[in-house]
């Protein structure tokens, strides 16, 4: 399985964007899972939210609920992440990351996942 990351970027307190995630390989297992983690400079990699690619089941890390929102496009094997009302603190490297057989008990779980996409940097200013 390949990832493909893309979308991050500079933007302001408050704004918007978008991550892409596309997946490639074989993916067609029910129990295929895609995840973005976040690593912030001097930090541990954070869980930020999961998706079950073929059933459509979330998961959100508690500080991005109600702001961060996943989507699928099953057609392209591709994930986004809207990301609204950005912070400060959401500065970090956002990674894609993938498992064809995770429980959801592992999704937050870094060490699961068997598949990791490049960082694509999102930094917000204030």
């Known amino acids: 399985v390949q990832l493909q990351a893309s979308g991050g970027g500079l933007v302001q307190v408050g704004d918007s964007l978008r991550l892409s995630c596309a997946a490639s390989g074989r993916i067609s297992s029910m129990r295929f899972v895609m995840a973005w983690f976040r690593q912030a400079p001097g930090k541990g990699r954070e869980f930020v939210a999961a998706?079950?690619?073929?059933?459509?089941?979330?998961r959100y890390e508690d500080s991005v609920k109600g702001r961060f929102t996943l989507s699928r496009d099953n057609a392209k094997n591709t994930v986004y992440l809207e990301m609204n009302n950005l912070k400060p603190e959401d500065t970090a490297v956002y990674y894609c990351?993938?498992?064809?057989?995770?429980?959801?008990?592992?999704?937050?779980?870094?060490?699961?996942?068997?598949?990791w996409g490049q960082g694509t940097q999102v930094t917000v200013s204030s």
């Open positions: 990351a993938a498992d064809s057989q995770l429980i959801s008990s592992s999704w937050t779980n870094p060490h699961a996942y068997d598949y």
């Open positions: 998706v079950n690619l073929r059933g459509g089941s979330t």
